[in-house]
């Protein structure tokens, strides 16, 4: 099984993370899932290291997360996860099932194409500027709404224990931080999702999922 | 070569739409044939009970493949290039691979989100219709100082080397649209604007532009 450290067992898995960041807790949760011991390297966004020349080098863009594996650098959690399913299949994340596979890439294109752009901290900022503090939470709360909307319409065929089955799959990584970030932040009435709300409990159980949660990382605050 | 005979590809798209666009370059380059569904999204066409069964969140493109219907472009591109191998568009080099979802990822959740017609339906309503296109325009220009350095070293002909792949079939309609629609400065984006040339020099892509789909204003 491919484990992630190189031959004298040293962590050749970085990833550079911030506790806060939901892209971030995606990437954790897969490397827990996999059993993949890596070193967790820091990023603290409020403080703008993400702008620093050497972060730059790693993600032009200035976003976490990267992961580095030996000489190889791969940024944006999308990009991430597809390489991590590859080059270590333990744990598997994608069914094989044709239709059920791009169920799995659609959930997630809904959290990370058509939700998270409108709730992150350079978003937010940018609206609470332009029109006003409330405007920015409005923004924020109208597309997790719609999002979860879909959400729930896409997976109610194909949900079981998880998003699209018994066993925890590619969806599930975007949904748990979605649905946490919707809970602690944005007051969403979240009766309007029972099956988004079932999940978040079913994660909750799940060790690779819980030590995936930002108030469990290095860099989360006391 | 797998093929998809008697029309049983369907592609619901409206002709502006640049995730449609994506896959339209997609069937294009790997020889399907498909039947053009149109969807008007200005008469919202896309929130009819039927589209909203095939695709619960109200966007196109949406595949029908026989039984089997997909949505959003990263899925059905992900699915054509798995059900369709004829014209790779991944490399098998996990580096560059990798570089070429992070092209398309910034397209997709980084620029594409934030100027697509709800969203500047919003900004219109709530700010101005000038905030509108100021908002799209950084996001725009953010995105493309971004692909510009990821690219850098990456790019031969085309994005990531001397053949067209998957980042190309996520640029070129963003290209296309912020040279039509949004009047950047795209001097800044040498890299970008090279492609963009490169781009309109391929039958696939020049096919599947906006002006040449069936539900375009003549």
Redesign the interface.
């Known amino acids: 099984m491919a484990s992630g450290s190189d031959k004298n067992g040293d962590q050749q898995l970085k990833l550079y993370s911030c506790y806060r960041s939901s892209c971030s807790f995606r990437v954790r949760i897969a490397l827990n899932l996999k059993g993949l011991k890596y070193e967790y390297k820091a990023v603290n966004l409020l403080k703008g290291e993400q702008f620093s020349p050497e972060f ?1 080098k790693l993600n ?3 976003c976490v997360p990267v992961l580095v594996d030996g000489d ?1 650098a ?3 959690s ?3 996860l ?2 991590l399913e ?2 270590y299949p333990q744990h598997p994340l994608l069914p094989k099932d ?2 059920r ?3 799995n ?2 959930a997630a ?2 959290v ?3 939700i ?3 709730q992150n901290q350079a ?1 937010l900022n ?1 609206i609470e500027e ?2 006003t503090p409330d ?1 920015k939470i409005e ?1 924020a709360k ?1 597309h997790t709404e ?2 979860f ?2 959400l729930e ?2 997976l109610k065929n194909y949900a079981g224990r998880y998003a699209t089955g018994d066993e925890v799959s590619f969806a599930d990584l975007f949904l748990a931080p979605q649905i946490r970030a919707a809970f602690l932040w944005f007051n969403l009435d979240m009766t309007q999702f029972p099956l988004l709300s079932r999940l978040h409990e079913a994660y909750n159980e799940i060790p690779a999922f819980i030590d995936a949660r930002p108030d469990k990382q290095p860099d989360a605050p006391s």
């Open positions: 730059r032009p863009i200035g190889l791969v940024s944006d999308f990009a991430i597809l390489y590859e080059k044709l239709q596979k791009a169920i890439f659609q294109n809904i990370c194409s058509s998270q752009p409108f978003v940018y332009m029109v405007a923004l109208v719609k999002g909307a879909a319409d896409l």
